[in-house]
């Protein structure tokens, strides 16, 4: 039986991605993308929680990254979990990594609102389609951190 390995991700971009080049001028960039949680202590209180990511993206999709996202934009992530084994010196440990297989800009930072927010399903060598923010007027600083209902209130 096949299994599912499915990772989506909403938050803000840690680092501008490093883009590096290996055999053949394939392209692989790394950045790091902040999501928050809620976590309740042992007395009722609620705390915001940080949990880093590492995402990589290859090919066309490291292009399209290296150009247009930065520090501070809100992005989604689509892909999957991977983890390969780091040797250093004597040691070595596990790393986990997000590998990407799509990017979308949803909001910018402050720092760069005036940049349009381009798609990658648009760009295809020759021709990039501009495309507004796809949260206008979004304020970046302000994401609620708790998005429940009232009670559970599920239909299913």
């Not at 007027?137 to 009232?150: C, M, R, T, Y």
Request: net charge negative.
């Amino acid at each position: 039986m096949l299994g599912i390995n499915k990772i989506i991700l909403l938050g803000t971009v840690g680092r501008n991605p490093e883009t590096r080049y290996i055999d053949k001028g394939v392209s692989f960039s790394r950045f790091s993308v902040c999501t928050n949680d809620l976590a309740t202590l042992p007395d009722g209180r609620q705390i915001e929680e940080a949990e880093w990511h590492e995402v990589l993206v290859w090919r066309e999709l490291s292009d399209y990254v290296s150009r247009y996202v930065k520090k501070g934009d809100l992005v989604s992530v689509d892909g999957k979990l991977k983890s390969r084994y780091v040797s250093r010196g004597e040691g070595g440990h596990r790393v986990y990594e997000v590998v990407a297989s799509e990017v979308k800009i949803l909001a910018r930072s402050k720092d760069n609102a005036q940049t349009p927010i381009v798609d990658a399903a648009t760009i295809n060598g020759e021709t990039t389609q501009t495309i507004g923010s796809a949260l206008p007027n979004f304020d970046i600083e302000n994401i609620p951190v708790n998005l429940q209902g009232e009670g559970d209130s599920l239909p299913f």
